[in-house]
């Protein structure tokens, strides 16, 4: 198996972590999650930050999932702030 090098694309919370997996799985990316506050709490140990996930996508996915998460972080920022 050839070595795959992973980009991280999103760090954030939870819910805005899994809506980006959606949209990315729609167009047939696997993205790959880190928790750190769930790794720690598997071993033993706590977290300071619960819930902040990062998502790490193929380098050879990237200039197609760029454009999805750039669009999410978008939409989310409306969401923030309504005008």
Excluded: C, H, W
């Excluded at 972590?17 to 706590?46: C, H, P, T, W, Y």
Aim: net charge negative; no cysteine.
């Amino acid at each position: 198996m050839a070595d795959t090098n992973y980009i991280k694309v999103f760090s954030g919370n939870f819910i805005y972590a899994q809506m980006i997996i959606n949209r990315l799985e729609e167009v047939g990316i696997r993205a790959v999650v880190k928790d750190e506050s769930e790794s720690g709490r598997l071993a033993g140990f706590g977290s300071p930050i619960q819930g902040f996930q990062d998502i790490y996508v193929s380098e050879d996915e990237l200039t197609k999932a760029l454009p999805i998460v750039e669009l999410a972080n978008s939409d989310l920022k409306a969401q923030k702030n309504p005008e």
